[in-house]
């Protein structure tokens, strides 16, 4: 199993950026997928999720940020607007065998090895 994530960068308060995660030795479609971000000194903190059915979303990005999966590409997007200097973070995608959504990233199998997202006031 492999994730690689890319599609992180520098950018300015306000502006956008989309992260992809491509899943390769997976069968994509009965998995549960996240994104967690960890700045330095923190805490690997969940951002997002999706299944079957389902997303969810820590409350700092809510409105902001939507993940998406594309099962014809094996991939997981996370569409980010309005970034703020605040969410500048290594971001991670992860997956679990099981059709699950959560934030605790206890709860997944496989992770990616980052990407750098650095956003200027």
């Known amino acids: 199993v492999q994730l690689v994530e890319s599609g992180g960068g520098l950018v300015q308060e306000g502006g956008s950026l989309r992260l992809s995660c491509a899943v390769s030795?997976?069968?994509?479609?009965?998995?549960?997928a996240a994104w967690f971000r960890q700045a330095p000194g923190k805490e690997r903190e969940g951002v997002a999720c999706i299944s079957i059915g389902q997303n969810d979303y820590t409350d700092s990005v809510r409105g902001r940020f939507t993940i998406s999966s594309d099962s014809a590409k094996d991939t997981v997007y996370l569409q980010m607007n309005s970034l703020k200097p605040e969410d500048t973070a290594v971001y991670f995608c992860?997956?679990?065998?099981?059709?699950?959504?959560?934030?605790?990233?206890?709860?997944?199998?496989?992770w990616g090895q980052g990407t750098q997202v650095t956003v200027s006031s």
């Open positions: 992860a997956i679990t065998y099981t059709a699950y959504c959560g934030l605790g990233f206890w709860d997944y199998d496989y």
């Open positions: 030795g997976f069968q994509f479609d009965r998995v549960g």
